[in-house]
């Protein structure tokens, strides 16, 4: 396996810096500015500003296709605990005003430095390929608003419309390994607020109360039916209910009760039927309860589902067989995690390849396949011990970006 790297010391340094100063969505000013300086220094036409904080690169080489390469660059509000000299201890404010930790816990990091990896080595080798290269870091992957930010903000009336969309994702999975599913590869996700409003009274007068506590623990377990009892076993979906608020004290019936809940599905129709009944129970729950107000139902973030097109992923999965060897390249299935990257493609009229990245210590793992026990216990994106090893993840991210992109435009 050959693995290069242009300059591989600054580029170990650019992403442990990047990881030490993670931003989150929307705020990605300080890995912008990185970014944009990069490009610039690389020879590329660089355009700021796209979607807030996006950095588009655009390096043209003769005549023949365009490629569109893609990486995220936000971080997560979490507290990172991994212990390594060059963790984050980064703290920011969200867009509610609250202060919170903030680490790069997905591996956008990772992304971000192996697309600067891949644009200096392309940059430097032009007689490998020909065609126009368009790099894009986008912003605010996490909140499933980047990419159509860049669309709405005119990301292609700035730029040649791509021949295909190319991008990856780290995942826990061996380095050394490279795993993608064609056609609905990862799950439509919405995030939504579910607000029960009932009626407060003190600790010791419940007669006077609506509790929406007692609601809203009704609510949760009744919602678990929906995928149980009315989601055909054929198809496949989640819902999650991730966080529970109510009240301050443990004498106080309070007025309303949130819940925050995550849908996961892969057809509109599965979806549709899950948000009608999501709505359908806690208006139920609360006419049982005689609540006077009926709830309320608030979309936080969507992401669409991510549809790997299946002549473009075939086509790069081929060069990573020549290059990694077969029993490198996995497919593990549709995945239940979401992406924006798809609307960069659905706007543009792309084919898309979207694949993950192995970034973990190949030694903890026995099979190294789909199915390898240790993917139950070892750290997944978005914990506070997530983080990839450097090599060889950075180098295979690299050569995987350069891989991909001399696979659609090839010299002549």
């Not at 300059?7 to 990605?28: A, T």
């Amino acid at each position: 396996m050959v693995v290069n790297i242009t300059g591989q010391g600054w580029l170990v340094e650019v992403y442990k810096d990047l990881h030490r100063h993670p931003e989150l969505g929307f705020q990605e000013h300080r890995t912008a500015s990185i970014v944009a300086q990069r490009l610039t220094d690389l020879g590329y036409d660089v355009i700021t500003g796209v979607g807030q904080t996006g950095v588009v690169g655009i390096l043209k080489n003769g005549t023949g296709p365009t490629a569109l390469l893609r990486a995220d660059m936000d971080g997560l509000p979490v507290r990172e605990d991994t212990g390594l000299d060059y963790a984050s201890v980064a703290q920011s404010s969200d867009a509610h005003g609250n202060v919170v930790p903030v680490s790069h816990a997905c591996g956008h990091d990772l992304h971000t430095a192996c697309l600067l990896g891949a644009a200096a080595d392309l940059a430097a080798d032009r007689v490998r390929w020909q065609g126009t290269l368009v790099v894009v870091f986008q912003p605010a992957e996490e909140l499933g608003a980047g990419a159509q930010a860049m669309v709405d903000d005119g990301l292609f009336d700035q730029v040649p419309t791509p021949h295909v969309v190319l991008g990856q994702h780290v995942a826990p999975l061996p380095a050394g390994k490279i795993a993608a599913h064609a056609g609905a590869a990862y799950a439509a996700s919405d995030s939504l607020r579910l607000t029960l409003v009932g009626q407060g009274a003190h600790g010791s007068m419940p007669q006077n109360a609506v509790d929406p506590v007692v609601m809203a623990a009704q609510t949760v377990l009744r919602l678990q039916t929906i995928i149980s009892r009315e989601i055909p076993s054929t198809d496949v979906a989640v819902l999650t209910v991730g966080s529970i608020r109510a009240g301050e004290a443990a004498n106080v019936i309070p007025n309303q009760a949130e819940l925050l809940l995550n849908v996961r599905s892969y057809t509109p129709t599965v979806r549709e039927h899950i948000l009608a009944s999501i709505a359908r129970i806690a208006r139920a729950e609360a006419l049982a309860a005689g609540a006077s107000q009926m709830p309320t139902l608030t979309e936080i973030e969507r992401f669409p589902v991510v549809v790997n097109d299946e002549d473009a992923l075939g086509r790069t999965l081929a060069s990573f067989r020549t290059w990694l060897g077969p029993e490198a390249v996995l497919d593990p299935g549709a995945g239940a995690g979401s992406e924006d990257v798809g609307v960069l493609a659905s706007a543009a009229g792309a084919p898309l390849s979207f694949w993950l990245l192995g970034g973990a210590d190949p030694a903890l793992f026995t099979t190294g396949d789909a199915a390898d026990p240790a993917l139950r216990t070892i750290p997944s994106n978005h914990s506070p011990m997530y983080a990839p090893v450097i090599e060889p993840t950075l180098a295979l991210g690299v050569t995987a970006l350069t891989t991909a992109t001399r696979t659609w435009l090839p010299a002549p």
